[in-house]
C-alpha cells in the first residue's frame, strides 16, 4: 500500500475537505470569530485607556 491510498483502497484525491460556504454555515466558525473579535475589542480598549491614562499623568509611570 502506497501513501496516495488510503485503509479502504481509495485514493486520497477523494477526500475532499469542506468548501467555505459550508463552514461559514457552521454556527461554531461564527461562535469562534465572536469570541476572538470580542477578546480583540476588549484587549485594544484596555491599551487605549491606559495610554490615554498615561498622557493624561492619570497613572505614574
Do not use: F, H, K
Not at 42 to 53: E, P, T, Y
Amino acid at each position: 500500500m502506497t501513501a496516495a491510498t488510503e485503509d479502504d483502497g481509495g485514493s486520497a484525491d477523494e477526500v475532499r475537505r469542506p468548501s467555505i460556504a459550508v463552514l461559514a454555515r457552521d454556527r461554531r466558525v461564527w461562535l469562534i470569530l465572536a469570541v476572538v473579535a470580542g477578546l480583540l475589542v476588549c484587549c485594544c480598549s484596555a491599551v487605549v485607556g491606559a495610554l490615554i491614562a498615561l498622557s493624561a499623568g492619570l497613572l505614574s509611570a
